[in-house]
């Protein structure tokens, strides 16, 4: 909800013109507000780095064992500077590379609170070692890590297969921590010393070594050079996907000739689709994927990172030992990666795969998984920046009851708060929030108000005073309290690294403290890349202080730390009962353990409608999968067109919200006329009775770490045909979507994975056969769904005003029959907002199932308990031949039944068990 | 309607949910058949919570059907309908508590309640819709007295003027035989022939005050000066206020004579709407300097007839234009013409000039903002004068021009009640007034308990 823009608009009118000039900038992005690799000086000389020889040696006689890890030291011939690294088997089929300085001038930072806990060890053993080469045991199937000593390289292999190598190309480049030369002395020293002056040639300083200038600011570098790289070769792999967060394809595309993808969270006004630049997150994690493998890398650095990717061919690297090992086809396609970060260590978790589910799997052990929202949050949210008054929110939420529209959250913006001091309300505008809040309750409804975590500077506001009190302000470079530009003027940034800042932060969210809230109100946490409008590209001093760290080490895990230290504030308020649920703009690794995150500032345009898809699968791999995009589009206007299929998108997306910037007309689901907002109720309505199966898979998203939505490879990984399908994707692994984006489209052409499958249309029942393209005529009511034979989906068809009223509501089963006539499913239940799941058991895990004509509900929880009032209201069996006799065994009563011949439908009448006993239908 | 009343209401066994009106449908034991004809199902699948019934006239009574619907008696209020997707949905929707039956909501019933402040409004505002359509036929009498005056002063100029029109003519043909080319008379009467020049200036000049000053107050004001974005200094499109008060000499406001020193400043930049709209300046052009005394004495007669001309014009379009605007069906809306309402709110003043435009002045000092001048009635098709649309105000900020809304309502008094901008730069303001007050219909205002259990 933000934007240079606005900023400048602001600074016109009250701030005069002193920032004027910074923002005469217009419609599209202004690129020269951000770096390219090219005006970031590390990623410069990095870059300048090219493939070759490695000058890393590693000094194998300096390895140490133990249970969990073996070291060794890596020798730079050139500088003879010393790094250790440090080799970990994981518990689960990963490896951890680490590497740092042997002996650093002062410590590097290493992530802190990102990796769940300790990852578990396995024993490393050593199965060979000779003068050149280290072999080391991965255990599983004959899996070997090689270390090469000179070169210096790391292989793990299966078998015969590489499967990754490392600083196979010599990128690994380790930026030492040095005092600053003092040029006279250095001058002297080449003059008298002449024969050292070879390897101190190499630490000749290059430009922005020492300092950096980019437009107007200045980036000290107290610290001097500190940015290491290293390079990762898969050999077999053409498709790579993941760290988001950037506008652009799901499949990542080389960046030869181009800037790297960029990891470095900022709030790019207006940003651009299709292009690396970065944007409000970063997850710096990378999936491979080949029809026989899929791999992870998760490069551990919350620095400003750049990221690499070259098409290759396999064996033009490889060489020693390694060829004692593997067969290598020169032909043989190869993805080249290369991390560049400005500081930290390299600590790099490669995930072995070898399924995309493994991954998933693998990658939750290491950072958890997405938390489980209470059901309400899965709803549809009303958001406009801003809803004016307690009056407008008053009739806006009459406006849904007199078009019959559900929806669950009504979202206020920065305009709701005091003065933009957040935790306060602005005294005319809602004068009277907890009766607001109330009436709102009255209807079952909630409400979200924005907490940004910029504070501003105001001695009579007293988070403010507090923070100030306390020192909790993030530090300028020369000690005193960092002040930059944001919503309220002149803001302080409080520091969220800090431990006791964030439980003093947490705090605020009692309901004592928070004046005017409620246990119905959630909060949004927005601008924490920290955006800062004078600040350099829109964010914080890099040479900023956050206790003994520069801001340049920590940045990319600030957001994540504001939206942890808000979730930990709704949970603490409620008592530790409630589920939290907060969104969030930025976000890091392990950010999905603590809510939701949308796309940023999207625009009312059909390429920004598209891209909501690609962005939300990247971020879905990379273990956050409560996502989505801004329905309708934050900036300009959409067309009816546009804003209705946006809504049908969006129904289909997991988090489905609308926005919109202030500047834009009213767009509320009824203001397009009877035809549209019919549409749009229609749409919100699907979503509605489709709450039962996206509540189950974020249950199982938040057990197991597998997305909600997922790429359709994911769950084909051998049909290529899916590797770059960006335009559709799965729900779960049962319901496939293909939303029409496109302006005045009559058709779209749907791919339906699976030799031997069928797929049904879920609005008409229709059946296909899978692998083909499907041409699918559409109307302005057409929002392509299939459901997968095999499957049994549970709905809610009763939909109602808000998800809370239907809790209790009676389910319906879709049973979609495969080729073999079977299907399965889940239901899941619980009392869809407290911790109670967790702490007590209290919920309901059902497998359903169907198979020789017998449809069966089994317990998949045995120790849980949960009662629930819902029952089941029909079975829909689709794809079958028609019985004879339907009889419910456990009461040995007939059902009645309807089939349509012709769709071969079969719908059993009223079965009325409840939802959480077991119980078997029988056809005959 | 004859309805035997037992003091307390009885339900009349009919299934839950459906009207009076419907429940010849429902007959307990029989075979029920969906209202849309689709099938017929025995009666105890009636509100049994399953729709069979396309149309959900099955399950009236539960929430089973997503296109059902059930009826609230609402007995002492009004009865009503509402989805079935609200029985039993945890929210007390029906006044009489019936939607809310298994759902363990607390439910009152507050249907007597309703009633009776339903009824004190309704009869609060038949008092004022009485009086304020009294106080229309006042507005409608003096609208049509007023009309009637103005149309015999329009006749009464036109008159005069075809008389002066005449005359001029006249003049002109005597001045033209009179007119010799004599060179050297040229010279010598040049001088004079500037004082004419300055005389004509003087006629252009009385004119466009008399345009400017819209509110006909004997005033320009620096707002009235606005609305000619024709004085631009800086030509980016709106007159600002700073720029017209540079305009005017840092006057907020100027009478004829000080206008004499605002005149140099905007004359030749000024369209006049006269010139513009019928562009009969005529009498005032003459390519030629005269010479010859009795031509130029010619010549200062014709001079002196135009500006009595163009006098008679200017006035004559203003009453036009008034005569010209829609003042509602009877005239009634002709008073609020040249007046101006305003609404002091926490940081604005709003100033609402009916017919004329709408602008918004910061209370606490600053620069007056357009918000629309008036564009044209934009109420419902059945009644158009609902609504009052005011658009092309002052430009947003890379947005668009700002644009409001008058939503009229019947009031004894003429009065602005509140000013919102539910979209930004789209301004709504409430305002009431007599004239929408509708004839009272002679409604029974008794309680609605009779019309149906």
Known sequence: MVSLREVCGIIIFRWVPLIVLLCVSARA????????????????????????????????????????????????????????????????????????????????????????????????????????????????????????????????????????????????????????????????????????????????????????????????????????????????VEHVYGIPEHADTLKLKNTDGSDPYRLYNLDVFQYELHNPMALYGAVPVLISHSTDRTMGIFWLNAAETWVDISSNTAGKMMFGKILDFVQVSSEAPQTDVRWISESGIIDVFIMLGPKPADVFTQYASLTGTQSFPPLTALAYHQCRWNYNDQEDVKSVDQGFDEHDIPYDFIWLDIEHADGKRYFTWDPSKFPQPKEMLQGLMDKRRKLVAIVDPHIRVDNGYKIHNEILSKNFYVKNKDGGDYEGWCWPGNSGYPDFTNPEMRAWWASKFAYEQ??????????????????????????????????????????????????????????????????????????????????????????????????????????????????????????????????????????????????????????????????????????????????????????????????????????????????????????????????????????????????????????????????????????????????????????????????????????????????????????????????????????????????????SSRNLAPDSQFSTASWIEK?????????????????????????????????????????????????? | ILLIFL?????????????????????????????????????????????????????????????????????????????????NDGICDCCDTTDEYNSGAKCENTCKELGRKEREVLQKMAEITKEGFLLKQHLIEEAKKGQQEKQSKVTDMQGNKKQLDEKVEVLRTVKETAEQPEKEAKERHLKAWEAIRLEKDKAKMAEAFLELDDNADGFVSVSELQSHAELDADADGTLTETEAQGLMGGAEQVDTSTFESVWPNIKDKYHSEVSREEADMSCLVSSEVPFGQKVFFLEKTVVKLCVLLI??????????????????????????????????????????????????????????????????????????????????????????????????????????TSTSEPSRCEYLIEFTTPAVCQEPANTDLSPHDHEEL
């Open chain 1, 29 to 236: 992005v202004d690129r020269s507000n951000f770096k390219t690799c090219e005006q970031s000086a590390f990623c410069k000389r990095q870059r300048e780095l090219k493939p070759g020889r490695s000058p890393y040696r590693a000094l194998l006689d300096t390895l140490e064992l133990s249970d969990s890890r073996i070291t060794l030291q890596l020798i730079n011939d050139n500088n003879k500077v010393r790094l250790l690294l440090e080799l970990y088997r994981l518990q689960g089929n990963m490896t951890r590379v680490k590497i740092n300085e042997l002996k650093p001038l002062k410590p590097r930072y290493e992530v802190p609170d990102v990796l769940i806990s300790d990852p578990i060890t396995e024993t490393l053993s050593v199965v060979s070692q000779d003068e050149n080469s280290l072999v080391l045991s991965l255990g599983g199937k004959d899996q070997r890590l090689i270390v090469s000593a000179q070169p210096f390289r790391l292989d793990i292999v299966e078998g015969p297969q590489v499967l990754v190598s490392l600083n196979s190309r010599g990128l690994l480049a380790f930026e030492h921590l040095r005092a600053r030369k003092d040029t006279s002395i250095s001058h002297k020293i080449s003059s008298t010393v002449g024969s050292m002056w070879d390897s101190l040639k190499k630490e000749e300083d290059k430009p922005g070594m020492w300092e950096e200038t980019f437009k107007s600011h200045t980036d000290s570098k107290p610290n001097g050079p500190s940015s290491i790289s290293l390079d990762f070769s898969l050999p077999g």
């Open chain 2, 311 to 416: 006098f008679f014009k200017a006035i004559n379009i203003n009453i036009e234009k008034e005569l010209s605007f829609d003042f509602g069906p009877d005239a009634e809306f002709t008073y609020l013409y040249s007046q101006c309402y305003e609404l002091t709110t926490g940081e604005y003043i709003y100033r609402l000039c009916p017919f004329n435009r709408v602008s918004q002045k910061p209370k606490y000092g600053g620069s007056e903002t357009n918000l629309g001048t008036w564009g044209s009635w934009s109420g419902p098709e059945n009644n158009k004068y609902l609504l009052m649309k005011y658009d092309h105000g002052t430009g947003c900020w890379q947005g668009p021009n700002r644009s409001t809304t008058v939503k009229l309502t019947c009031g004894k008094e003429t009065v602005v």
């Open chain 1, 875 to 924: 079975i829909v069996i689709i794809g079958g031949s028609q019985p004879s006799s339907a009889t419910l065994k456990n009461a040995e009563s007939a059902l009645e039944f309807e089939f349509d011949s012709t769709l071969a439908v079969l719908t059993l009448r009223k079965p009325g068990v409840n939802a959480a006993a077991d119980w078997t239908v029988i056809l005959r």
């Open chain 2, 7 to 87: 003091g307390t209401p009885v339900e009349i066994q009919r299934p839950r949910g459906v009207p009076l009106t419907k429940k010849q449908f429902y007959v307990e034991n029989k075979p029920f058949t969906c209202l849309d004809g689709s099938r017929t199902i025995s009666f105890d699948r009636v509100n049994d919570d399953y729709c069979d019934c396309k149309d959900g006239s099955d399950e009236p009574g539960t929430a089973a059907c997503p296109n059902g619907s059930f009826h609230c008696t609402n007995a002492g209020y009004r009865p009503m309908f509402i989805p079935s997707s609200r029985i």
């Open chain 1, 514 to 855: 928070y004046e005017g809230s409620m246990e119905n109100q959630y909060v949004w946490n927005d601008m924490n890349e920290p955006s800062v409008f004078n600040g350099p590209e829109v964010t914080m001093h890099k040479d900023a202080l956050h206790g003994g760290w520069e801001h340049r080490d920590v940045h990319n895990l600030y957001g994540l730390y504001v939206q942890k230290a808000t979730a930990d504030g709704l949970v603490e308020r409620s008592g530790g009962v409630e589920r939290p649920f907060v969104l969030t703009r930025a976000f890091f690794a392990g950010s999905q353990r603590y809510g939701a995150v949308w796309t940023g500032d999207n625009a009312a345009e059909w390429g920004h409608l598209k891209i909501s898809i690609p962005m939300c699968l990247s971020l879905g791999l990379a273990g956050i999968s409560f996502c989505g995009a801004d329905v309708g589009g934050f900036f300009k206007h959409p067309s009816a067109e546009l804003l209705v299929r946006w809504y049908q998108a969006g129904a289909y997306q997991p988090f489905f919200r609308a926005h919109a910037h202030i500047d834009t007309p009213r767009r509320e689901p009824w203001l397009f006329g009877p035809e549209n907002t019919a549409l749009i109720r229609e749409a919100i309505r699907q979503r509605y009775a489709l709450l039962p199966y996206w509540y189950q898979l974020f249950y199982n998203a938040h057990r197991t770490g597998y997305p909600v939505v997922r790429p359709l490879w994911v769950e084909y990984p051998n049909d290529v045909a899916t590797f770059s399908i960006e335009d559709e994707y799965l729900i779960g692994k049962d319901l496939l979507v293909h939303p029409v984006t496109d302006e005045g489209a009559t058709a779209v052409t749907a791919y339906l994975p699976g030799k031997g499958e069928v797929w049904y249309d879920v609005h008409t029942f229709q059946k296909h056969d899978g692998e083909q393209s499907l041409y699918i005529p559409v109307t302005m009511s057409s929002i392509p769904v299939f459901q997968r034979g095999g499957s049994i989906i549970c709905r809610k068809d009763r939909v109602r005003r808000s998800s809370s009223c239907m809790e209790n509501d009676p389910y319906t089963l879709y049973a979609a029959l495969n080729s073999q006539g079977s299907a399965e499913g889940e239901l899941y239940i619980d009392d869809f907002h407290t911790f109670n799941f967790e702490k007590a058991k209290q919920f309901v895990h059902r497998h359903l199932s169907f198979s020789a004509n017998t449809l």
